[in-house]
């Protein structure tokens, strides 16, 4: 039987003995794991669907992936770097889910009923920020509950040269119906300008952090305490006026003398980033920056 990856134009041989040679270049390495594979290679396939269906309704997104899949992901080290972070943000989230405790059953006195807000009442500015915040991190899963990409969390030059690589892709399939083959630059105009509008998770976090003024430290310890990585992620970026994308991979490459640094500005004390140390330190098989953490530039998401 003839290897799928042959016929792609691709060398199986040379493939495994360019890898070999980066192993025997640096043995002692730390190499990914089956589930970091596994997690980028998902979050990588949900990105290509979402913004092929964009461009184009009527693309057979699973023929699209597996020619990819067999020929190699065009821009591969720019993917490599968002569903990695989106990845191992996810695997942290899930680890904390697992060990951390249910909230503690609050006494049913007229007090703690008083702290509960009336369904009917409206939410305030720190709420409703809050709120926006929740959603736009829903958006980064599938309908099943696995871990995406938003379309809207993705920086303009990553999400056009992804549209255009599916685009130069789908030209290659129509190029034989000239309507269907001029209308593509439209699709990609369109797509184009509808992303350049939309807003994501970095947006929401900044909003949120804006609302909460000297509220912030506090929110960020509370979000520590509950475990509420995205939150925390989120107000880190806007106070360092950087990414969603870019503080989730640095503080998720850090070392731990490094974080207190990272999360000045939230105004956090020596107590409040103990939780936050402790469950970074359980995440198995974390890659950690030499310099303490990843340079925050060129990742979004």
Do not use: N
Not at 32 to 45: C, D, H, K, N, V
Not at 77 to 89: D, M, N, Q, V
């Amino acid at each position: 039987m003839t290897d799928s990856a042959s016929l792609s134009g691709i060398d199986p041989l040379s493939a495994r003995l360019r890898e070999l040679a980066g192993y025997l270049a640096a043995p002692t390495v730390a190499r990914l794991t089956e589930e970091q594979r596994a997690l980028s290679l998902g979050i990588a396939r949900r990105l290509v669907i979402d913004v092929a269906t964009r461009l184009d309704r009527a693309i057979d997104t699973d023929r699209l992936w597996r020619e990819w899949l067999r020929g190699g992901l065009p821009g591969a080290e720019r993917l490599a770097r968002i569903c990695f972070a989106r990845a191992e943000e996810h695997r942290w989230r899930d680890l904390s889910m697992l060990r951390s405790s249910p909230p503690p059953i609050l006494p049913e006195t007229d007090e703690a009923v008083a702290d509960v807000p009336s369904i009917d009442a409206p939410l305030s500015d720190v709420d409703r920020a809050y709120l926006a915040l929740q959603i736009a991190d829903r958006r980064r899963f599938d309908a099943l509950g696995h871990p995406a990409l938003a379309v809207a969390d993705l920086d303009d030059d990553i999400f056009r040269a992804v549209l255009l690589d599916i685009a130069g892709w789908r030209l290659s399939e129509v190029s034989h119906d000239h309507k269907r083959a001029a209308e593509l630059g439209d699709a990609v105009r369109i797509a184009t300008e509808r992303h350049a509008d939309e807003k994501g998770i970095t947006h929401a976090g900044a909003a949120y952090h804006d609302q909460l003024g000297s509220g912030l430290a506090d929110a960020a310890r509370d979000a520590i305490l509950r475990h509420d990585w995205p939150t925390l992620i989120a107000l880190a970026a806007a106070a360092h006026r950087r990414s969603y994308g870019d503080m989730a991979l640095a503080l998720l490459t850090a070392e731990t003398g490094a974080l207190s640094s990272l999360l000045a500005p939230l105004g956090l004390d020596r107590a409040a980033m103990a939780p936050l140390e402790a469950s970074l330190a359980m995440l198995p098989a974390r890659a950690v920056a030499d310099d303490g953490a990843l340079p925050m530039s060129g990742l979004t998401a």
